[in-house]
């Protein structure tokens, strides 16, 4: 059974008291929820979703934030630069590909453990591969907090590294040595779900 497909609606997220009570958690990501996500949406930044129960629509499940991004391969030294590009023909080599940013994803404490995480990156892989889709996207990415299970759901989700190690991560976004990284770039080639969808 899948949760969110059977007994859930998508939604976009359009005022902080639909979302009053909702709480995944944690803190950063509760607070740019509640709060943050309404700017963000003003500025044309990114635009937030959520899917509620079909039962109760005052309920929120999930709630995750897209935006508009690209993957700049020609600053990529030159072995991540390769792994990027590997399945895209060389007449299209680009300085920059089309990509959609997953910014934020948060399940609700009372919804852990259903898979809801992973059925919402599956939603958005077939979102951006639809023909009524009004844009070209290649590749999904998404920052994922530099922590071991958040690493491991999107390499779960068949996300890859962007930097084989965070000291080429530092480098390449100009961070001092002594700097910690809170969150490691990640990628999905949306060409691999296009296969079996298309």
């Known amino acids: 059974m899948r949760f969110l497909e059977d007994k859930c609606s998508l939604f976009p997220l359009t005022s902080p008291q639909e979302i009053d009570g909702f709480s995944c958690g944690d803190s950063d990501l509760d607070e740019f929820f509640t709060r943050d996500c309404f700017a963000y949406a003003k500025e044309l930044l990114g635009k937030t979703y959520c899917y509620k129960l079909d039962k109760d629509t005052q309920k929120i499940v999930c709630a995750f934030t897209l935006a508009n991004a690209g993957v700049r391969v020609s600053d990529l030294p030159n072995a991540r630069k390769k792994k990027v590009e590997s399945n895209i023909p060389h007449i299209k080599t680009l300085k920059d590909y089309?990509?959609?940013?997953?910014?934020r994803l948060g399940v609700s404490k009372e919804f852990r453990s259903l898979g809801i995480g992973s059925e919402v990156i599956e939603f958005v892989k077939l979102w951006f591969l639809d023909p009524l889709n009004k844009t070209g996207c290649r590749f999904l990415i998404v920052d994922a907090y530099n922590s071991q299970g958040t690493i491991a759901f999107y390499e779960k989700n068949d996300f890859?590294?962007?930097?084989?190690?965070?000291?080429?991560?530092?480098?390449?976004?100009?961070?001092?040595?002594?700097m910690s990284l809170s969150t490691r770039l990640m990628f999905y080639d949306l060409m691999r779900t296009s296969e079996n969808y298309l």
């Open 98 to 103: 089309p990509a959609v940013l997953l910014a």
């Open 160 to 178: 890859k590294m962007v930097f084989s190690s965070e000291q080429q991560e530092k480098d390449y976004r100009h961070l001092d040595d002594e």
